[in-house]
């Protein structure tokens, strides 16, 4: 069977300031995809002939609907998958949903228009009518559960582990590019570069070793890699979470404490106390309904983000990310009373000899 490969959207790198530390780029490179720990990722899967792509038929100059509704059994395989990254115990809690509006995760079933996913926070800048996920072939086909689970463990904001700077595959380039331009591909050599050949930069991946067994790689044939040599015939991870892919993804995602939020009251600074990759999570119980406003305080890049509690649910309301900027990440939001919201402020790094703090009012 010929291997099927996802392919990412290019992003753009984000543009730093130069003369930053080293330490600094690196904290802001490993963790800007992820999500802060604690968050309830909602998922919706598209349905109904209302959902489609229009795509241009080849030689008649006219278009065609393509449905993104999957049949109940491919969304099965799909939510199968989702329990099977929840049961490793994560901090991350996945929930389906049937309000579009709702759902950070929206997932289609194009078919033909491969198998590709958003990765991490980058599925919220997709607008609402708009795929964060799509399954391009049958996931119901032997060997293809493995797609799923591969696509979540982008939308967890892990990258393609082949890539790594690691690896030591020295590739046949052409061969590859050959291999990804034929069927069932078709792929550019752009897009073969971007998703097969790049390097990873160091700081962009979970861990310092390559994970040949790990969910995040591909299945490669005979011909294409030249080094290491034992790879030459093919490589074939088994298409289950890896031990290296549990470790990575419960580093990023603990287990969420058992103990309650402190409550973070108006006009009252908080000590943050954070080491880089540490959070801290708080709670509000707004005294009265109005416009509040709620910043971190000193030299520190992190990531604020406000929750709404409904139903005992965290609802992702607002978010700000100020890693790279001399600014504090700051948000306005109208809070009512009678409501109780979750903060969570993750750190990439702290700068220079003062603390950090946080504070609404």
């Known amino acids: 069977m010929t291997a099927r490969y996802c392919s990412l959207a290019r992003t753009p790198a984000p543009a730093f300031a130069p003369g930053q530390a080293v330490e600094r780029l690196s904290a802001l490179a490993s963790g ?5 720990n604690g968050t309830v990722l909602h998922y919706w899967f598209f349905g109904g002939d209302s959902e489609a792509s229009v795509i241009p038929v080849p030689g008649r100059g006219m278009t065609r609907r393509v449905s993104w509704a999957g049949a109940e059994e491919q969304r099965d395989v799909v939510r199968a998958c989702f329990r099977e990254w929840q049961d490793l115990g994560i901090g991350v809690v996945f929930a389906e949903v049937a309000d579009r509006s709702e759902a950070e995760l929206r997932i289609g079933f194009q078919a033909g228009d ?24 049958d996931l119901t086909a032997p060997g293809e559960r493995a797609t799923a689970l591969h696509q979540i463990g982008h939308a967890l904001g892990l990258l393609h582990e082949h890539q790594s700077p690691f690896a030591g595959i020295h590739w046949d380039d052409e061969a590859v590019y050959a291999e990804l331009a ?11 570069h971007d998703n097969i050949l790049r390097k990873l930069a160091p700081d962009e991946v979970d861990a310092p070793v390559w994970d040949p067994q790990s969910i995040m790689g591909f299945s490669f044939p005979p011909g294409l890699i030249l080094e290491p040599e034992q790879y030459r015939g093919g490589l074939n991870p088994p298409g289950t979470l890896s031990a290296a892919d549990k470790e990575a993804v419960l580093r ?9 939020a402190p409550a973070l009251v108006p006009f009252r600074s908080v ?12 709670r509000i119980d707004p005294p009265e309904s109005r416009t509040y406003t709620l910043s971190t ?11 709404e509690e409904r139903d005992g649910e965290p609802r992702y309301l607002v978010g700000r990310d100020d890693g790279g900027t001399p600014h504090n990440a700051t948000i306005r939001a109208r809070l ?10 993750r750190l990439y790094s702290a700068r220079g000899c003062g603390g950090t703090a946080v504070m609404c009012w």
């Not at 990023?252 to 309650?260: C, I, L, N, T, V």
């Not at 009512?336 to 402020?345: A, E, F, L, N």
């Open 182 to 192: 034929g069927p069932p591909h078709h792929w550019s050599r752009e897009r073969t």
């Open 297 to 307: 305080f000193g030299d520190c890049d992190a990531v604020v983000v406000v929750f």
């Open 252 to 260: 990023w995602y603990p287990p969420a404490p058992a103990r309650g």
């Open 271 to 282: 000590p943050l106390g954070l080491g880089p990759g540490e959070q801290a999570d708080f």
């Open 336 to 345: 009512v009373k009678g409501r109780r919201y979750v903060v969570r402020v």
């Open 32 to 36: 800007r995809r992820k999500w802060v």
């Open 114 to 137: 491969g198998s590709w996913s958003a990765v991490g926070r980058e599925a919220l800048r997709a607008g609402r009518h708009e795929r964060t996920m799509n399954f391009g072939w």
